[in-house]
């Protein structure tokens, strides 16, 4: 039996306290497959850490001294996440068994005793679909390299260009009131009129806050495609109050924007991470509301603070044009967005996600079509820290 796609170098990992189990299981398998096997939880677990680019399908007996299959399956799913998971077992507790891999996300539970053809054929349809997500994996990877190439270039080429707007807005700054100075001295120089002098003077502050405002949109561009990007920075335990209103300082709204974000921020609490990430994860929301609202014609923003006993949290609102059910259970996968401008990578969520994820937390979203959108940003207590 071949298993299609590339299995040259991918094995099935076996864990069970039984050595003759183990015989007989590599008796029967390692025809078709690449087999490795061990008594230790332990060794299973170095085996996933150092092979883990080779380890397709983890399969896992229930009842073994050093620990459950279900415990060993969860810390695994951690180490290596992608391999394909199952578990086995000979005993009576089968209800219970199923109730808990629910949880670890289980692809298959196989009886004892095995019967070999089944046994073959589920570890076959297993490495199918592991090489299957791999491709995936590596088609997703090899899309985020490009974007993240693209938008490198882009982003340098836009950086000149704000450079070049911001030296002659330099230049212009210091130059005006000279220029004004002599229009005011001389009367051989054409009215202009000074409401058009006071538009002149609030150029330069326009000029310059135009700058601001689209390098921190590049920023943020570059963030939400960048991989690995909560790496960039050092974590630090810091107040979300702090953070929010830094956020709120640094993002670039227009006049009339600024006035449609509320805050109750009476439920301080402190977390574990990096400024820069959870402000790049606030600038994303913000963008996405100021979205729907201008989409909706209507709306406002609201950010409030909540303590709970096992996690904090940030609530993150907007009354603007809300989410389709359909796609909600969709929009923190990459390149997915349910935004109709073609310009939209669909970065922005899964990147909030990711970063969210980083440091222990989640964030989850509700919405209603032409009604709310809501995000729940949950972080860890400090207490559930081990920092150093």
């Known amino acids: 039996m071949n298993s299609a796609g590339d299995k040259s170098r991918l094995s099935v990992l076996y864990v069970d306290d039984e050595e003759k189990s183990l015989k007989y299981f590599d008796r029967a398998i390692s025809k078709d497959f690449r087999v490795i096997t061990t008594t230790s939880v332990s060794a299973a677990e170095k085996i996933l850490i150092d092979q883990s680019e080779n380890i397709a399908v983890l399969i896992s007996d229930q009842r073994m001294p050093e620990d459950s299959g279900v415990r060993f399956l969860q810390k695994a799913r951690k180490i290596h996440p992608h391999a394909i998971r199952m578990l086995t077992t000979a005993y009576s507790d089968l209800q219970d068994t199923i109730n808990a891999v629910n949880d670890v996300g289980i692809y298959r539970y196989i009886n004892k005793p095995w019967n070999l053809d089944h046994l073959a ?41 704000l450079l070049k707007i911001g030296a002659v807005s330099w230049t212009v700054d210091n130059s ?144 603007g044009g809300g989410i389709a059910a359909e796609d909600i259970p969709y929009i923190f996968d990459d390149f997915f967005s349910s935004k109709t401008s073609y310009t939209n990578a669909g970065l922005g969520l899964a990147f909030c996600h990711r970063a969210m994820q980083s440091i222990g937390g989640d964030i989850v979203c509700q919405s209603k079509k032409n009604d709310y959108t809501e995000f729940e940003l949950r972080f860890p207590l400090l207490n559930t820290y081990s920092v150093n």
Do not use: W
């Open 121 to 161: 054929e589920t570890i076959d349809s297993a490495m199918k679909l592991f090489v299957k997500e791999r491709k995936i994996r590596d088609l997703v990877n090899e899309r985020k390299k490009s974007m993240l190439t693209l938008a490198c270039s882009i982003g340098h080429e836009l950086r000149v260009s």
């Open 176 to 319: 005006l009131p000279a220029l004004l100075s002599v229009y005011d001295k001389s009367d051989k120089i054409p009215y202009i009129g000074r409401d058009k002098i006071d538009d002149l003077k609030h150029t330069v502050h326009d000029i310059s806050q135009e700058v601001n405002r689209s390098n921190a949109i590049i920023d943020m561009l570059l963030m939400n495609a960048a991989e690995n990007n909560n790496q960039a920075f050092l974590a630090d335990i810091n107040s979300i109050v702090t953070v929010v209103h830094g956020t709120l300082n640094s993002y670039p709204f227009n006049h009339a924007q600024r006035s449609l974000v509320q805050c109750e921020l009476t439920e301080e609490f402190s977390f574990y991470g990096t400024v820069q990430l959870i402000q790049h994860v606030l600038f994303n929301l913000i963008n996405n509301s100021l979205y729907a609202i201008n989409q909706l014609g209507k709306g406002d923003i609201s950010i409030r603070l909540e303590k709970a006993a096992d996690y904090n949290k940030l609530v993150f609102r907007d009354t």
